[in-house]
């Protein structure tokens, strides 16, 4: 067969010397780790399940587990550690790298810290952790009393019931998401270690910027806008730097882990998750 022939057959078969993806030589095993709410149910097995098994598709050994979305900051880090301790069992490696989502950049940190986790932490990476809080939480607690206990009855009942180890304390959980408890009691009581690199990513879209956001965000966004300038829907920027800044995502909270629901623009979440593995592998990870 002539090198055309042989060329238009592998056109019309696309077949590909190496059509599996890139594997990404990471050294460690990757734990993502999600924020606050129930986006599990939009997610059927967890928020971060979906990126997880891309990135083993690009053969990370990447864990997405899931801890009580409604609970407190302690209290999902205890969870977070027992989580841990099993991948480190089922892995065998000496640590992990953590990549944490909003609230989870939280119970990293007091993981890290408070629970004296950091010998099993290479590095933590947040994207979108409300570092200094956000305001959106006091507005939450604004509201009248009637409609926070009524709110806070439903959601308790579904946070209790979302694992076979959940519980669920709504209120103090927003209250530890205000910029008055961050900054004033979180952050002073847990300081980095100085063995963890400690990276963030912040994310835009909406009021303020060129990125579309999604409408369910919309409110949100622009009264926080209002109050802390740009941010993603949930978070400001100027709160989620934290460590060595690694940039701005022009996404807005939901869009940053994959959930489109009509949002548009054209951020890869897939793609942003891998290269972030990527540069990790490049530190010596």
Known sequence: MTHLALTA???????????????????????????????AVIRRKG????TAM????????AYAPNVAPYETIATRAAMWAERIRHVLAETGAPKVHLIAHSMGGLDARYLISRLGFHPHVASLTTIATPH?????????????ERLRDWAAEIVDWLGANALADGTSNVRQAVH?????YVEGTFNPSTPDHP????????GQAGKGTSTPINPFLKPLNVLLYHR????????????????????TLEADHLRQIGIQMG???SFDAGAFFASLVRHLAAEGG
């Open 176 to 180: 530890e998401l205000t910029p008055a």
């Open 263 to 265: 949002s548009g623009g």
């Open 132 to 144: 200094r809080g956000t305001a959106i939480a006091d507005v939450v607690l604004q509201q009248p």
């Open 9 to 39: 057959v592998q056109r019309l078969t696309g077949l590909e010397p190496f059509p599996q993806p890139p594997v990404i030589p990471l050294r460690l095993p990757v734990v993502l780790m999600h924020g606050f709410g129930l986006l």
């Open 47 to 50: 928020h971060l399940h979906d």
């Open 228 to 247: 802390q300038g740009v941010n993603d829907g949930y978070v400001p920027v100027s709160s989620a730097q934290w460590g060595t800044y690694r940039g």
């Open 54 to 61: 891309h990135l083993r598709a690009h053969g990370v050994r």
């Open 195 to 202: 063995d963890v690199r400690y990276a963030s990513y912040g």
